[in-house]
């Protein structure tokens, strides 16, 4: 059996291709699960809805204005909307590869059956790291709509906002894929839950700008990948583009790979005996 | 592509898998022909799974050649995939898309087109008789009905080579003999069928050949008959005491025959003339509770080859 990861890395671009086009039979078929759960989808777009104006126009109230590096000042939902973009882009695509990959994998055996066929493992894994990307992209596009109604894109970098998203939906499906594989039972899912993406959400730069928290909170969040997604949307949306930026696209690229060949290696681990 | 080396569809050579420092399949050689249907037989643990799923190309192998259809699992597994169908031992359908979009699906994966797609879905689903549940969850389905569901998904793609671990293990007889019927009429087409079973009948009935596995390895080839013939008598004397103490009886059953074979419920004696054996019996007045005379079959070759009965 060819390992997905020498596919992936020195099968060149035209076998990597094949690898991508194939996949879009797993889409359809995620797309004939959901056919009849168009609900769960959705909820997932009315989330980040819900915190913007939550906490967005709430906290909007006290705070106000934040100040940028720049010296122009911004309102707080300005502030905080790209943050809960890259969240979003984040849930939709965690949620995804975390749990429903994780019951396919363990339970339902869905993929040793579809393996019996001219799948592989390649196939698989992007396929739904592709579904979770358009899941993804769905959260992230009805945001992006509902800042431009509301007036939160302050400028025209804004335009790479939903490519940059869908990168970060797509790192965060590998890292999600990468987890999920490490996962033995129902109760490890607390784990990634509660102790990463949770902590991430709140500390990495979402709500306040992460020089409130003490200088070792601020260290460890700059590794985190949340951090550097929003660092960079929220440079796209409000104009504020410099090095830091290109630092941040560059890290999210090398994790973005990293993810990509444990998520390979640990699917492969899993599924072939 | 085509045109297996020595004409076989599957061949192999001092195959072998290992799980860690297990041995599960210990360096077997079997070639199985075009258009044949060729048996595993063997008890629980032998390592019939285990080179079936080789085969299918789900399962790497650790040592030894495999050719399936001319082709190398290691580096042409998408290939050979293409023309299997595989019904495994233990069902995976997709417990999230009902009866009728499990074949379509599968069907999809093979790049099968829509329209054909659903034709073949709505014969198989007649085939297994479970067009009525077409829409319906997978879930609910009895277990009966969801290996025929998985039989029907493994004939989608209309495979020249088709893998079958316990087919009909949960199946009622009526859905058993229709399986064999449409197994028959896939082998006259020119269909390889390979089959593990833990019914006799089954593999005499379907199996032009077969091998008997025990403990990793083959202790066994040929046909049903051939078989028979070599590793057991014409007939067999099959008696039962009752509440006698059968090591007593020890003593008295010598001589009676080639071999006795004791199971927990019965005796089984070979001879070629089982009504010969009989008749010494009540001469020697062993006092028998029932007696039956009867010829040969599979069972008799496994008991004598692995030591098993097979019904455990
Ligand atoms: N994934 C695995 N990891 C470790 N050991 C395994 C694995 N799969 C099978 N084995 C071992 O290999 C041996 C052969 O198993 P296999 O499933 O091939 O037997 P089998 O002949 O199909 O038996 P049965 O009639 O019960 O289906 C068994 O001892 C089993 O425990
Ligand atoms: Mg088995």
Redesign the interface.
Known sequence: ??SPVAVATQGGLGRAWDVVWRAR?LV??NV??YRHQWIVILSGVAEPIFYLIGIGMGLGGLVRTVGLPDGRSISYTAYVAPALLATAAMNGAVFETIFNVFFKLNF???Y?????????ISEIAIGEMLWALMRASLYAVSMLVLMTALGLILSPWALLTLPVTLFVAATFSATGLAGTAFLRTVQDFDIPMGLIVMPMFLFSGTFFPISAYPIPIQVFMQATPLFHSISLIRGLTTGLMGLEQVWDFAYLVGFFSLAMVIAMRRMERKL?? | MSGAPGDALVRARKLTKRFGSFTAVDGIDFDVRPAEAFGFLGPNGAGKTSTMRMIACASPVTDGDLAVIGMNPASQAREIKARLGVVPQVDNLDTELTVRENLEMYARYFDIPGSVARSRADELLEFVQLAERAKDQVEPLSGGMKRRLTIARALINEPQLVILDEPTTGLDPQARHLLWDRLYRLKQRGATLIITTHYMDEAEQLCDRLVVMDKARIVAEGSPLELIERYATREVLELRFGDVKRASLDGQLQGLAERVEELPDRTLVYTDDGEAALDEVHRRNIPVQSALVRRASLEDVFLSLTGRSLVE
Not at chain 1, 112 to 120: E, N, Q, R, S, V
């Open positions: 059996m060819a039979r359809e078929r004939l699960v339902r055996k869905t040793d059956g579809i393996l019996a066929t001219p799948m592989g072939i005996k």
